[in-house]
């Protein structure tokens, strides 16, 4: 098991794609983070593209915590959902 804080260590695009491995850059997207909402942008125009460009440039805008297991990702999940997912 290994930790990284992404503030001190920023993801970079390709680690953000990998990451994803063909999900949508939404599910990696913290669209409820003030940084985002500071930005005046209409989530709904904004392509996967746009939304790891963001996600490079400002690490507050990733969903925390971000877990990786095995090649599955979760994003934003909480205590009990990660719970569960190790015991099964």
């Given amino acids: 098991m290994s930790e990284r804080d992404f503030f001190k260590e920023p993801f970079t695009r390709a680690e953000i794609e990998n990451l994803l491995s063909g999900r949508p850059a939404s599910d990696l997207f913290s669209f409820r983070s003030p940084s ?49 997912v190790l015991k099964s």
Wanted: proline fraction near 6%; glycine fraction near 10%.
């Fill in 36 to 84: 985002f909402k500071a930005l005046g942008l209409d989530p709904g125009k904004l392509s996967d593209g746009e939304l790891i460009d963001l996600m490079v440039k400002e690490p507050r805008l990733i969903r925390r915590p971000v877990v990786k297991i095995g090649k599955t990702f979760y994003a934003g999940a909480s205590a009990d959902v990660l719970a569960a």
